[in-house]
Nanobody, 120 residues
């Protein structure tokens, strides 16, 4: 059974930091592109960051560049998102997802999400 389980969300003040984790199982993690998405109330889901486990290439949406860092521990089948200098507009449910092809693909598997709330 494929599972993606996010953790690490919570409430933080603006300017603070959080590290999200996504534990993967049931598929060959090292062969996938894995990424983070977020969805704020009343807004569409947006891609935040992605990393290809095959070649290590990364992608960030402009609004998080310089503040968020994506990383992947293939040996532990775990994806991370280090978030710093958090802003209230980063408040959203954050999801991890895995794509068998490449970042920006159709994403085969999704987690259930973890809430991140940034207070002003």
């Amino acid at each position: 059974e494929v599972q993606l389980v996010e953790s690490g969300g919570g409430l933080v003040q603006a300017g603070g930091s959080l590290r999200l984790s996504c534990a993967a199982s049931g598929f060959t993690f090292g062969d996938y592109a894995v990424g983070w998405f977020r969805q704020a109330p009343g807004k569409e889901r947006e891609g935040v960051s992605c990393i290809s486990n095959r070649d290590g290439s990364t992608y960030y949406v402009d609004s998080v560049k310089g503040r968020f860092t994506i990383s992947s521990d293939i040996a532990e089948n775990t994806l991370y998102l280090q978030m710093s200098s958090l802003k209230p507009e980063d408040t959203a449910v954050y999801y991890c997802a895995a794509d068998s092809s490449h970042c920006g693909g159709g994403y085969d598997y999704w987690g259930q999400g973890t809430q991140v709330t940034v207070s002003s």
